[in-house]
T-cell receptor
Framework: ETGVTQSPTHLIKTRGQQVTLRCSSQSGHNTVSWYQQALGQGPQFIFQYYREEENGRGNFPPRFSGLQFPNYSSELNVNALELDDSALYLC??????????FGPGTRLTVL | AQSVTQPDIHITVSEGASLELRCNYSYGATPYLFWYVQSPGQGLQLLLKYFSGDTLVQGIKGFEAEFKRSQSSFNLRKPSVHWSDAAEYFCAAKSNAGNNRKLIWGLGTSLAVNP
């Protein structure tokens, strides 16, 4: 139990729709990272937020966007969903350190 | 380019046997190194980490890993595997420079344990 929670657990959408995934960080953690994990693959870094500002981004298109709130909870938004966006989305929080604490993930299926 | 390689996609061992999962990294300087475990339908749990110092690192659940700079490796070991160890294992690395907190991941090694 890491103290990082994600919602919803599972989600089914259709192509072209938009989705918002949520993450509550471990208490006191001011940094959150989001990862996409396709079936049978390792996680791929999407982006990271530090004190409400994006401070790192992986190789994902602009239709993947995020927010971090003053309480350090976070959202991942994906517009114009594509079939290949089907994956497990993981968030991880950390506090000025190097160890990331992961939530259980949100399983997104795009039909 | 920075990368992490796990050469073994799938490994099967018998319960009670020893285990070694391989991990190699390619970085400009020695990165911070991690091993995570992911059980089916679960998130990622940190097993152990290496930042500096003693090259033999002890983790949870009886796992250990040895950092070898000369081989750019960080292999995970366990002397006696339990059936509950069946899971996906990921090696990850992070630059130790600046504010770069991005983790680079291997593709994972799937471990099956025979009774």
């Amino acid at each position: 139990e890491t103290g990082v929670t994600q919602s919803p657990t599972h989600l089914i959408k259709t192509r072209g729709q938009q989705v918002t995934l949520r993450c509550s960080s471990q208490s006191g953690h001011n940094t959150v990272s989001w990862y996409q994990q396709a079936l049978g693959q390792g996680p791929q870094f999407i982006f990271q937020y530090y004190r409400e500002e994006e401070n790192g981004r992986g190789n994902f298109p602009p239709r993947f966007s995020g927010l971090q709130f003053p309480n350090y909870s976070s959202e991942l938004n994906v517009n114009a969903l594509e079939l290949d966006d089907s994956a497990l989305y993981l968030c991880a929080s950390l506090m000025d350190g190097n160890e990331q604490f992961f939530g259980p993930g949100t399983r997104l299926t795009v039909l | 380019a920075q990368s992490v390689t796990q050469p073994d996609i799938h490994i099967t061992v018998s319960e009670g046997a020893s285990l070694e999962l391989r991990c190699n990294y390619s970085y400009g300087a020695t990165p911070y190194l991690f091993w995570y475990v992911q059980s089916p339908g679960q998130g990622l749990q940190l097993l152990l980490k290496y930042f500096s110092g003693d090259t033999l690192v002890q983790g949870i659940k009886g796992f250990e890993a040895e950092f070898k700079r000369s081989q750019s490796s960080f292999n995970l070991r366990k002397p006696s595997v339990h059936w509950s160890d069946a899971a996906e294992y990921f090696c990850a690395a992070k630059s130790n420079a600046g504010n770069n907190r991005k983790l680079i991941w291997g593709l994972g090694t799937s471990l099956a344990v025979n009774p």
